[in-house]
């Protein structure tokens, strides 16, 4: 399973973005965005039910970031909005094919994972 995660750029701060993660069979799993910033560790950022019922986002992006799916087009969306220089990172898209959703916050979860995709938000 090969993950193509687009949508990174460089945006001002208060801007938005949206990443995309697509894959022919990404309809079939639970999904999840992490983000790595440099010098720092990987961390969640969201995660969606491979049915799209349930989501989990990270504190830091509640009220602003928002996790969908289309699976009819087998791909999952991440919407930024209010977008801080905080936020700058690679974000990378990983799949679960649990359906459990037991613990999407952790990335020992998931099975595969994509390329990553760059965030810049600048001040």
């Known amino acids: 399973v090969q993950l193509q995660a687009s949508g990174g750029g460089l945006v001002q701060a208060g801007g938005s973005l949206r990443l995309s993660c697509a894959n022919s069979?990404?309809?079939?799993?639970?999904t999840g965005w992490f983000r790595q910033a440099p010098g720092k560790e990987r961390e969640f950022v969201a995660a969606i039910s491979y049915t799209g019922v349930s989501t989990s986002y990270i504190d830091a992006a509640k009220g602003r970031f928002t996790i969908s799916r289309d699976n009819a087009q087998n791909t999952v969306y991440l919407q930024m909005n209010s977008l801080k220089p905080e936020d700058t990172a690679v974000y990378y898209c990983?799949?679960?094919?649990?359906?459990?959703?037991?613990?999407?916050?952790?990335?020992?979860?998931?099975?595969?994972w994509g390329q990553g995709t760059l965030v810049t938000v600048s001040s």
């Open positions: 990983a799949a679960d094919h649990s359906a459990l959703f037991a613990n999407p916050t952790a990335p020992s979860e998931y099975d595969y």
């Open positions: 069979g990404l309809r079939r799993y639970a």
